[in-house]
């Protein structure tokens, strides 16, 4: 009877692999090109900031705009503009520290660090640095919220020509 069991879900696991084989065969030999990114148009510029109630400075509105550029930086995930605006939204919302601090207004989410944000100071034209895990995990205290965000002297040119 055990013997019958196994033949039966040796078969099993041979007609579920098989499917999976073929798929791999064919992505081996007819790989995928990766479709090119659309370039951001200023209409939808525009639109982005109606939805933030702001204009995006000059140089934020050219990363933007221009081809989709190619950073040195490890664990860095650079947002497009939808994405960008999203997540400026969703941190803006409503209360997002952990005692109920607001977000700075004027620090705008440009990249994603895994943990934590690159965002540019609208107020200076700076990279500031959010780590979350420099709040601690004890102590929620207003003073690490403060501490957590690090600003840099480097525009956001500087900044993404910068390796690690």
């Known amino acids: 009877m055990k013997k019958i069991i196994r ?3 040796l078969l099993v696991f041979v007609i579920i692999s098989i499917p999976f084989a073929i798929f791999l065969f064919i992505q081996s030999k ?6 090119p990114v659309r370039p951001v148009t200023e209409e939808e510029i525009g639109k982005a900031e109606k939805r933030l109630g702001f204009g995006l400075p000059g140089d934020l509105r050219a990363f933007f ?14 947002y497009r503009l939808k994405s ?16 109920g601090q607001d977000w700075p207004p004027d620090l705008f989410p ?3 660090l895994l943990p934590g944000y690159a ?7 700076t990279v500031v640095i959010w780590d979350p895990e420099d709040l601690g995990e004890d102590d929620d205290s207003p003073e690490l919220w403060d501490k957590s965000f690090t600003r840099t002297s480097m ?6 020509a910068t390796p690690d």
Request: glycine share 8%; net charge positive.
């Open 7 to 9: 033949a039966l879900l």
């Open 110 to 112: 440009f990249a994603d």
């Open 65 to 78: 705009l221009g081809p989709e550029p190619r950073t040195p930086r490890r664990c860095v995930e650079l």
């Open 84 to 99: 960008a605006v999203d997540e400026y939204r969703m941190v803006t919302k409503a209360p997002y520290g952990p005692n």
């Open 119 to 125: 965002l540019y100071d609208l107020s200076s034209g």
């Open 155 to 160: 525009t956001l040119g500087q900044w993404l």
């Open 30 to 35: 007819f790989p995928r090109k990766p479709r």
